[in-house]
């Protein structure tokens, strides 16, 4: 995982140059900072790799001339959007040689996440992963148009493209999407429903309860990232998946607690043991049934899991 030491605006409320007010950049970079980081995270899946493009956003910011940016949002997503592409680079190089599954980071999220129905569903765990099949030029042109609605020149700038090569990487990342995306739309309290049928079962070990709520093609991921026990690969199919589910959840969740949360817009489950988080557990759902069960259990990728992440369109 990345972990830089310094600081953006905002971490410790630093940039401040005239008593308590921020000079201009720093008040500009504060102002849309919350929107940086959700750029930055649904390119990358990663909190600690948004957090690095965020600094490298901000050292790049505070050396610009302002009297010749004419639109700061503009501007500062441009240079979020240069340096996620950059990142991208040394991330899935890290991914190439990464032990077991590779699953996004989970972010605990604030209850008005859930409300922007278009944002959660852009930042769910579902859709991170379909992100994760797109082209690093596809997933960055189908985040600023789709998920925050950018012109077409706006994002040219952007990728370095030119506006019609744009709207071309547009319509294949939409469809690419749309393929593979889940088959119609999951409310909060479908997916609550679902996730309450699942700790009930894994936590009585009923293997019959499991299999109700399970699709027939279920798939299992579980990270580790090597640190960790984890799934070494992909399990797939609702009695493989039953059977797993029911010896491990239920002999750890007998060692602990499963509560219910708010991970990435949507409800999840995390396990602690010992008052620490063990496991995230999250879902995708398709026509009712849990069609994937993502658990992320690397430590390195639970510290954002503490305290709630502000995202923003």
Request: proline residues 5%; hydrophobic residues 45%.
């Amino acid at each position: 995982m990345s972990g830089t030491s310094q600081t953006t605006p905002g971490d410790r409320g630093s940039g401040s140059s005239r008593g308590d007010r921020p000079d201009p950049a720093t008040e500009a970079f504060l102002a849309h900072r919350n929107l940086l980081f959700t750029v930055a995270y649904e390119m990358l899946g990663s909190a600690a790799d948004a957090e690095d493009v965020l600094q490298e956003t901000w050292l790049r910011w505070a050396g610009v001339d302002l009297g010749t940016v004419e639109n700061q949002r503009a501007y500062l997503v441009r240079i979020t959007t240069r340096q996620a592409l950059a990142r991208m680079r040394t991330l899935g190089r890290r991914k190439e040689s990464y032990l077991g599954p590779w699953l996004p980071e989970p972010l605990l999220t604030a209850p008005d996440v859930a409300e922007d129905v278009e944002l959660a569903d852009s930042v769910s765990m579902a859709m991170l992963l379909v992100l994760e099949t797109l082209t690093p030029a596809e997933r960055a042109v189908f985040v600023l148009r789709e998920v925050f609605d950018l012109a077409y020149d706006e994002i040219a700038e952007a990728v370095g493209k030119s506006p019609a090569a744009v709207r071309q990487i547009a319509h294949r990342a939409r469809a690419h999407v749309a393929a593979r995306r889940p088959r119609g739309a999951v409310t909060p309290a479908e997916t609550r429903d679902a996730l309450g049928a699942f700790q009930r079962a894994a936590q009585t070990g009923d293997l019959q309860s499991l299999l109700d709520i399970l699709a027939p093609d279920v798939v299992l991921l579980g990270d580790g990232g090597g640190v960790v026990q984890g799934v070494p690969h992909p399990i797939v199919g609702s009695g493989k998946v039953a059977r797993v589910l029911a010896i491990g959840l239920g002999r750890l969740a007998a060692a602990g607690s499963l509560q219910p949360t708010q991970v990435n817009g949507y409800p999840a489950l995390i396990l602690r043991i010992n008052g620490e988080i063990d496991t995230v557990l999250a879902v995708r759902i398709d026509d009712g049934l849990i069609t994937g069960l993502y658990a992320v259990r690397n430590p390195e990728k639970l510290s954002h899991m503490k305290q709630e992440t502000t995202l923003r369109r």
